[in-house]
């Protein structure tokens, strides 16, 4: 006898069984998934389409991959005691269904992290897909033909390539592979981006201290081409320049670039750009502000802000090498004034037990801040710290707002640029938080 449909729902679902509708999977009901089948034993578990091992999951790890997370801990898997870091492992929950397909790494405390929910074979073909993905969705959010600019590519776990990330400058790639999995298969990857982008040089920059969580050395050096030194780019109309091999992270900062754009946008007056690295903040606001200061901590990012101002025939920043902290105190002690205030601090926090010290570092650049802007200012804040999520930086500035006696509008609440977009369910890939304050 065929099935009777229960409600008008059922019914189009089983009109759309008829016709093979795409969307038959998402709208299939619970108890299909109920039919009975033996449970298999563990270690007998029949191969889907690879013959990869079995990594199985503690029903804490299976409850976490379903509410959204790529990342499952050691001490909440049972791994078969042959398996070596950086391969493709199968997931399995403790009756053996399967759950996906992830790369397993051998020292982390993430021991697994999660490529696919479905049972598909995680080959070459797998990565050009997804390769292909994550740039097609720089196409659109940042569509840039004639590669005169920036774009992150790969953002690791947010684009399903864990521990991969690939920056764009112009038509030069910028590679780090963070992970066992993705390390062992640099070589690989760099093909692929060179098939896919025919990029004028790929460049590695593994020389970041969370490898050493994965057992992973430093290392920096070219893949393909030649050390194309420094690389020019767009942001908006200010030409900016990353030294792929010798610049801070993969070159520059471009989780920041659309909120230096919108900086740039409310910018008047006099302006102080806070922890300026190569001026990038500083040169946006210098296209409305009749002056701006600059400030690192390093001279060496001092030395590339006035080169890149000069290459800009911009004559109305200065770089000052200073410690922030205490450039801010003197200044607000001087009574100085400020129309436009930027503050992009390196994370402070950078672990757990960080987070108190951070929340003072905070508190005490936002207090001076608000000390120093003028009525009708713009304070430009920021925060990179993972640790203090969104809703604790906001009380942070709040409270400084208050122990300054101002009243604070906020004109933006921003996040990374969107081709670092954030996967939902991984609260990791969302860090960055920008307010954009205009201070009464
Ligand atoms: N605003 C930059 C990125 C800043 S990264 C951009 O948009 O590109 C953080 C910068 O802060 C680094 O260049 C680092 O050298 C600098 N820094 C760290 N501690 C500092 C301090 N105490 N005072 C001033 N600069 C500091």
Redo the contacts with the bound molecule.
Sequence with gaps: MSEQPRSPKDARRMERLKHGSRSVRDVRPRTRQRVRRPAPVLGSIQAGTSDEPTVVLSKRAVDRLAEGHAWIYRSDIAAPAELSGGEVVRLADERGWFLGKAFYGSRSQIAVRLLTREDEPVDEPFFVHRLAQSIALRDVVRPDPERRQAARLVHGEADLLPGLIVDRYADCLSMQTLIEATDARRELFASLLERLLAPRAIVERNDVRVRAHEGLEQRKGMLRGENPGPVEFLEGEVKLVADLLSG?KTG??LD??E??LEAGRYAKGRAL??????????LQLARKAERVIA????E??AAQGREVAARNGVENVEFKV??????LRAESEAGARYDTI?L???AFAKSKDTIEAALRGYKEINLRAFHLVSPGGVVVT?S?SFQVDDATFERTVLQAASDAKRSVQVIERRGAAKDHPTLLGVPETRYLKCLILRVL
Aim: negative net charge; hydrophobic residues 45%.
């Design positions: 801070q520059a900062f920041q670039a909120n230096r750009d806070c922890f300026t690295y190569g001026g990038a903040f500083a400030v690192d901590i390093s060496q990012a200073a410690n922030a902290f205490d450039l930027v992009d601090p390196p920021c990179c």
